[in-house]
């Protein structure tokens, strides 16, 4: 192992039932082939994960885990990747985050830490000089998620950035399903109540104090400018995510409102019902001026001016310190819910920060519950007296504090969008917004773009798995016609495998997009494997997507539900997609889809021949018994 | 000067589903203020404040995308020469 670059070889096991904490070596024939983050989590997930296991089981596993890259010299390598069976699918999830903890996790001289078991009480996980240790955390219990990074850090000794903490709030210790992961001051590994599953084995934080172990890198200077090449690229206005460098994710909110693509009124309209003043107080401009910055808010390594922390001006906690949301944020706890101003939108995403709730899943639940109270299928009576009215800012702030502490309907609504859907009813499902599976969508109106439909509705990780747009352009490829079945499954097919090799590398995907060209130079210089190529970097985030896929039907994923719901893939009557609805050719689809994709049309199993081309011949006798 | 100019699909719906039109104008910043003659929604979207090109909307003329440093609105154009209009979307 003494040649090995781009890790240290060495995996952290914390048993917190015992408490024991042991390490293993990884070969390296293991780690070329499922190289970190996403994928290296799948593998272990799909190993020590048997059917029967159930999310909230001490035998399930939260893998946190690095790449490659982690904690090097590329712009944006504090990132790391969550997996675990979540709680609102009970199915793998694959989740990342950016910050520090990634990095950290490596000059603490881990590529990964695998937690299982369950802790006798509320407790954290302290990482540091090569070994852990398991602490009492009773006196944190209902903490919030920022206050509790100073508390955990005073008590280690290591204050700022002398380690990073990532924590559940209240909503995780309540195991509220869509309960998210928050650290280093506002950053979130959010779907599939990731929260949840650490709420479930009493595991309130970890923190992983910075360390001295450096990263064995191969070539630095060739890491180091092919880096460069990508920040520059990144940069170029051509594309995107050059947005990105200057105003994070706050520019999108003025864009996609405009063009049928941010979510109104629980999907009942296509069209924006701001105006244009009110739109405005979305924009970065409008924002950074009104909100007192504290200081730019960077990743490890990272140049991009993607967030602000500021001062929080209004709400509960006026005065404090909080961060800029992302637009997903400002679009579940704004726009979403008929609250059309930005700065008002900025408290309320704070608070549920605060309690550990994933923006996404609650903006859906929320905007559900407000379409159903306007219908008159929900009263003050069901809602515990709170007018659930559009635009009413202290009914929703009373409705995420419900949600989290799973108070009266707030314990229904803790289930998830689908699930309280079911509790409500066939109207409630009828007009509720959610994919079938049970996987959380972003904040989107996705009628215009069904190549995302399609990808969250077959996605292994509780969330999207492609970052369409993105990988679209910079595989050189052509937008397929955006209402044609057989193009939308294809195209899906073709880019499947790029998102999921970033989320491998223990990077961030705003200064490392997904160009499979340049992240096969990185890990060539990282790890010295001079002949692994861009097919087979898109090759190993393949395995990530099938192994996921391959955990669930193991688990009993029925992939007949494979679905919009009714609302999600209904024709808008306004907009771009006016007239157009996925539904009715939603079968096409998917024949195109699972054809491409080499997927059983029947079952959903990924065939033989699939998983022989993506290197998996080993899944073969677990999903197809017979075959010889 | 005839110029001409490629509408995202996105956008569409602000100009009944016109995605490529002919345009007269010898700048850059005339073309587009008269695809806003045409398509009032457009020119919203285009020029929301003050007769300002959105900040986040860039044009490319020919193979060339302006930046703000090229001053996109005064480039000069010439006959046959194509623009699109890029509108970035963000996220999904």
């Known amino acids: 192992m003494s040649s090995l670059?781009?890790?240290?070889?060495?995996?952290?096991?914390?048993?917190?039932?015992?408490?024991?904490?042991?390490?293993f070596r990884e070969e390296e024939s293991v780690l070329r082939k499922y190289v970190g983050g996403a994928t290296l989590g799948a593998k272990y997930l799909y190993d020590e994960v048997p059917p029967g296991v159930a999310w909230s089981d001490p035998a399930n596993r939260i893998i946190l885990a690095s790449g490659p890259l982690g904690g090097t010299s590329v712009m944006g390598s504090g990132t790391f990747c969550a997996v675990t069976k979540g709680a609102k699918t009970n199915g793998a999830t694959s989740t990342q985050s950016n910050g520090y903890l990634?990095?950290?996790?490596?000059?603490?001289?881990?590529?990964?830490?695998?937690?299982?078991?369950?802790?006798?009480?509320?407790?954290?996980?302290?990482?540091?000089?090569?070994?852990?240790?398991?602490?009492?955390?009773?006196?944190?219990?209902?903490?919030?998620?920022?206050?509790?990074?100073?508390?955990?850090?005073?008590?280690?000794?290591?204050?700022?950035?002398?380690?990073?903490?990532?924590?559940?709030?209240?909503?995780?210790?309540?195991?509220?399903?869509?309960?998210?992961?928050?650290?280093?001051?506002?950053?979130?590994?959010?779907?599939?109540?990731?929260?949840?599953?650490f709420g479930s084995k009493n595991l309130k934080a970890a923190i992983v104090a910075r360390g001295k172990n450096r990263v064995p890198v191969f070539d630095n200077e060739k890491l180091s400018a092919t880096s460069k090449a990508m920040y520059e690229m990144v940069q170029d206005p051509a594309y995107w995510w050059s947005q990105a460098d200057k105003y994070g994710t706050l520019w999108i909110m003025g864009r996609n409102a405009l063009i049928g693509r941010?979510?109104?009124?629980?999907?009942?309209?296509?069209?924006?019902?701001?105006?244009?003043?009110?739109?405005?107080?979305?924009?970065?401009?409008?924002?950074?001026?009104k909100l007192p910055m504290v200081s730019r808010h960077v990743c490890w390594g990272c140049r991009l001016h993607h967030l602000n922390l500021i001062k929080i001006t209004e709400g509960p906690l006026a005065g404090k310190e909080g961060e800029e949301p992302e637009y997903e944020g400002y679009a579940a706890l704004g726009t979403g819910v008929g609250i059309y101003d930005g700065i008002t939108a900025t408290a309320l995403c704070n608070e549920v920060d605060g309690l550990g709730i994933d923006h996404l899943e609650i903006g859906y639940v929320l905007s559900m519950v407000m379409e159903m109270y306007e219908k008159g299928l929900l009263t003050k009576k069901d809602t515990d007296g709170i007018d659930m009215t559009w635009g009413n800012v202290e009914a929703v702030r009373a409705m995420f504090n419900k949600i989290a502490r799973r108070e009266g309907i707030g314990n229904i609504l803790a289930e998830g969008t689908m699930e309280a859907a079911k509790h409500f009813g066939k109207k409630a499902l009828e007009l509720a917004v959610y994919s079938k599976n049970g996987n959380t969508l972003r904040q989107h109106d996705h009628r215009v773009a069904w190549t995302y439909i399609l990808d969250l509705c077959t996605s292994g990780t509780g969330q999207s798995e492609a970052n369409v747009a993105a990988v679209t352009s910079v595989l050189g490829l052509k937008d397929p016609s955006p209402f044609d079945p057989e193009q939308i499954g294809t195209h899906v097919a073709k880019i499947k495998g790029a998102s999921p090799l970033v989320d491998s590398l223990g990077v961030c995907r705003f200064p490392n997009p997904e160009v499979p060209e340049k992240l096969a130079e990185m890990v060539k210089a990282a790890t010295g494997w001079n002949d692994f190529t861009r097919d087979e970097g898109m090759k190993v985030g393949l395995?990530?997507?099938?192994?996921?896929?391959?955990?669930?039907?193991?688990?009993?994923?029925?992939?007949?539900?494979?679905?919009?719901?009714?609302?999600?893939?209904?024709?808008?009557?306004?907009?771009p997609a006016k007239g157009h609805g996925i539904i009715p050719v939603w079968d096409a689809v998917l024949d195109s889809y699972y054809k491409a994709m080499k997927w059983d049309r029947k079952t959903g199993k990924p065939t033989p021949e699939a998983l022989r081309d993506a290197g998996l011949p080993e899944l073969i006798p677990d999903l197809w018994p017979d075959s010889k | 000067m005839s110029v001409k100019?490629?509408?995202?699909?996105?956008?569409?719906?602000?100009?009944?589903?016109?995605?490529?039109?002919?345009?007269?104008?010898?700048?850059?910043?005339?073309?587009?203020?008269?695809?806003?003659?045409r398509f009032p929604r457009l020119g919203d979207v285009l020029f929301p404040?003050?007769?300002?090109?959105?900040?986040?909307?860039?044009?490319?003329?020919?193979?060339?995308?302006?930046?703000?440093?090229?001053?996109?609105?005064?480039?000069?154009?010439?006959?046959?020469?194509?623009?699109?209009?890029?509108?970035?979307?963000?996220?999904?």
Request: net charge negative; proline share 5%.
């Open chain 1, 5 to 23: 670059f781009g890790y240290h070889g060495k995996i952290l096991r914390a048993d917190l039932s015992k408490p024991e904490f042991t390490i």
């Open chain 1, 102 to 197: 990634g990095a950290y996790m490596r000059f603490s001289g881990f590529d990964a830490v695998i937690i299982q078991g369950k802790a006798k009480h509320l407790s954290y996980l302290y990482i540091h000089d090569g070994t852990a240790e398991l602490r009492d955390a009773r006196h944190l219990a209902g903490k919030d998620t920022w206050e509790i990074d100073s508390l955990i850090k005073q008590e280690v000794g290591l204050p700022g950035p002398q380690a990073s903490v990532y924590s559940i709030g209240i909503a995780g210790e309540n195991m509220v399903k869509y309960a998210c992961l928050m650290g280093d001051h506002g950053h979130a590994a959010a779907a599939n109540g990731i929260g949840a599953v």
């Open chain 1, 262 to 289: 941010t979510p109104f009124k629980n999907y009942q309209t296509a069209d924006c019902p701001m105006t244009k003043e009110q739109l405005d107080t979305f924009s970065p401009q409008y924002l950074r001026e």
């Open chain 1, 543 to 575: 395995r990530s997507v099938l192994l996921m896929r391959a955990f669930n039907i193991r688990h009993g994923y029925d992939a007949s539900v494979e679905g919009p719901s009714p609302r999600y893939g209904s024709t808008p009557d306004s907009g």
């Open chain 2, 5 to 37: 100019v490629t509408i995202p699909i996105y956008l569409g719906h602000y100009t009944d589903g016109i995605f490529e039109v002919d345009v007269q104008g010898s700048t850059v910043g005339e073309i587009l203020h008269n695809i806003g003659k």
């Open chain 2, 49 to 92: 404040h003050d007769g300002r090109l959105d900040e986040f909307i860039y044009i490319k003329l020919n193979e060339r995308v302006l930046t703000t440093a090229d001053n996109p609105l005064t480039s000069q154009v010439r006959d046959g020469d194509k623009i699109s209009i890029i509108f970035p979307i963000g996220g999904g």
